[in-house]
């Protein structure tokens, strides 16, 4: 399995006007950032902007387990069934 596969963009989104495009003053220490709107002018803390969308995130992170889990068993199956492939007892479906 390659875990790069599961990387994913989380776009956020303004909980206000549902804007994509935020900015932000680079060089300043992430927990006292400002996050802004480009659209409607809010003022976000980079915490703040996160738990407004925590209802996206955790979808995608849903998401992401589901293809997990099916890629796992996907694989266990193949692993088993090249294990004993050779058996006449055990079978696979």
């Known amino acids: 399995m390659k875990p790069e596969k599961y990387d994913r963009n989380v776009t956020l989104l303004c909980p206000t006007c549902g804007c994509t495009e ?6 300043l220490d992430e927990a006292m950032q400002v996050i802004t709107c480009t659209s409607c002018d809010r003022e976000f803390s980079r915490d703040e902007l996160i738990r407004e969308n925590t209802e996206n ?3 995608n992170v849903s998401e992401i387990k589901e293809e997990i889990t099916r890629d796992i068993t ?20």
């Open 22 to 27: 935020f900015s932000y003053d680079e060089g």
């Open 57 to 59: 995130i955790e979808e």
């Open 74 to 93: 996907d694989e266990l199956r193949k692993t088993l069934k090249k294990a004993f492939s050779g058996s006449k007892n055990i079978r696979f479906k």
